[in-house]
């Protein structure tokens, strides 16, 4: 409640349809092929991989567990997440971002809930997945919000043709998101988008 403590007359209720904790490195066999070993850390995740790797799971788990009996799912990792590409000699090779400047600490589909379901006559919605690498100690309550806040269909502040001069600087949806680990209040531009949203 306290993130949307400046939204008026709110009434947003957040039901956990269910949480599983993987006690084991093989809980989760399906995103074994996202786990890599670089050389400054023991062991890291590419979170693209992941990403994709739980819409597939659950995608093909539809009987078992119906994409209309959840609104999205948001997995928590204490691994580092690190991406993976090639060099020109077609070596793999681990970067934390394409400029190499900071860690990747979560991916969400942006127009995720929206977008989705709001699916053609006889299609089904797909499942709507945000990946996030939990530090603990509470320090991960600003980019769970921010994560969640795409898959609720709002953009970087910055980026949103909303947003007003400056307007990005200490709200949840700042692009840099390693910064809003310290914001918890959504900006004037999110939250007309919430509005419209619920």
Known sequence: DMLYSKLKKTKIQ?????????????????????????PDAEKSMDPVCAFKQFKL????????????????????????????????KGREESYRVE????????????????YENYVKEGESAKPII?????????????IVAHEIGHLMSLYHDQSSPLTADGECCGYIMKPTSIHC??????????????????
């Not at 949480?19 to 399906?30: K, L």
């Open 99 to 114: 400029d190499n400047t900071c860690a990747w600490i979560g991916l969400g589909e942006n127009h995720g809930y929206l």
């Open 181 to 198: 680990m310290q914001c918890l209040s959504w900006s004037p531009t999110s939250e007309e988008t919430l509005r419209l949203f619920f």
């Open 14 to 38: 957040i039901n956990i349809a269910g949480i599983v904790i993987g006690s084991a490195e093989d809980t989760f066999t399906f995103l074994n092929e996202c786990f890599i070993k670089p």
């Open 57 to 88: 799971f659950f995608e093909s788990n539809e009987r078992t567990i119906p994409t209309g009996s959840y609104d999205f799912i948001v997995y928590l990792t204490s691994d580092d997440m690190i991406r993976v590409k090639k060099d020109e």
């Open 130 to 142: 945000a990946t996030i690498q939990d530090e603990g100690q509470l320090k991960s309550f600003g």
